[in-house]
């Protein structure tokens, strides 16, 4: 009898999750073909104001272009992290190759107004050691905040390997005698026609234990009356969407937070930030389902990614349009 009573509970449960699922699909798709993307062809037709979105799978490397400067925020998984016990892809290549073909000038050099490390996940900062390793590549400021471990699970200074991996790379800042800036500006300041601010400069006192995502920099970018945010790992299971979600306001375009896994994007969060354009650093099919639910059924947003697409461009033309390309590779 309890089987009975356990299979009439469940069965009907998954009916409605593959219904559900089966929505968000249709709703999905009709979202995004709101916003036409095509290939990528590096010409100006779109403007000089862009956001590179780059495809390292599933990690992070965003490049933010305007009027010649450029700055990248966090630079992808590199090759030795130390938390996996399986090899994973190493990404420093495509994102240095990425950055001297797009950034950089007839002799291969690049120079980078700015570098943010968002927080020392290796997804996130494990691509910092071979760029500032590449003497072709020069940082005007790298925004570093101190390392917390305090901050973290238990397990993450040492057994992720992240006290290593910060120490790791504010030696590389050093040796290369880049201007390395650990109290994070917490004004608006300009990149060419962007407005860039940082949020969550400062790690909450009540953060003890809840994660090293919860010591995440967001960024936000403004041209015009049009913006953007840059999620980083910010997910509302540390607290962060909670407290940032009224300060960052509404938004055109999100990056969507920790890869659109469990936790983040939440309605709330979603609710205030209200993104017409979303864009997952992930495989579209990894996005967890809550996630997928709230951007696509609460503010019908469109969800592109970068795996599948190969990398994204976002160009902010002087009208005001967003305009998406894709394969930049």
């Known amino acids: 009898m309890a089987k009975k009573i356990i299979t009439w509970i469940i069965v009907p449960f998954m009916i409605i999750v593959f219904v559900l699922d089966i929505a968000t699909v249709v709703l999905c798709n009709k979202n995004c073909a709101r916003f036409a993307i095509e290939k990528e062809d590096f010409s100006e037709k779109n403007g000089n104001d862009k956001i590179h979105f780059l495809n390292t799978s599933n990690s992070d490397a965003v490049l933010i272009e305007s009027n010649g400067r450029f700055a990248l925020v966090d630079a992808g998984e590199g090759g030795e992290n130390p938390r996996r016990k399986n090899e994973y892809p190493d990404f420093s290549k495509t994102v240095i190759s990425y950055l ?63 006290q290593g991996i910060y120490d790791e790379i504010i030696r590389d800042i050093n040796l290369r005698g880049f201007d390395l800036v650990q109290s994070l500006p917490d004004k608006p300041f300009a990149l060419g026609d962007f407005t860039v601010l940082f949020f969550n400069t400062v790690t909450p006192e009540n953060a003890a234990g809840r994660g090293e995502n919860a010591a995440c920099v967001g ?14 790992d910010i997910t509302a299971s540390t607290g ?59 503010v019908r947003s469109a969800i592109f990614a970068t795996f599948d697409n190969d990398g994204i461009i976002a160009s902010f033309k002087d009208g005001g349009e967003i305009v998406l390309t894709n394969h930049i590779h």
């Open 100 to 162: 001297k073909k797009t950034a950089g000038d007839e002799h291969g050099k690049v120079h980078l107004d700015f570098v943010l490390c968002t927080h020392y996940h290796y997804d996130h900062s494990g691509g910092f050691h071979s760029l500032f390793s590449d003497e072709d590549i020069t940082v005007g400021t790298a925004y570093m905040k101190e390392y917390d471990p305090s901050v973290g699970k238990p397990y993450e200074p040492y057994k992720w390997g992240l």
């Open 219 to 232: 960024v936000k970018l403004t041209k015009g009356e049009k913006s953007a945010f840059l999620a980083a």
């Open 240 to 298: 962060l969407e909670q407290e940032l979600k009224d300060s960052i306001g509404k938004v055109e375009l999100l990056k969507i937070g920790h890869h659109g896994y469990y936790g983040s994007s939440s309605r709330p969060f979603v609710k205030v930030l209200r993104p017409e354009i979303s864009i997952v650093t992930n495989r579209l099919g990894k996005i967890y389902p809550n996630v997928k639910w709230n951007l696509t059924m609460t």
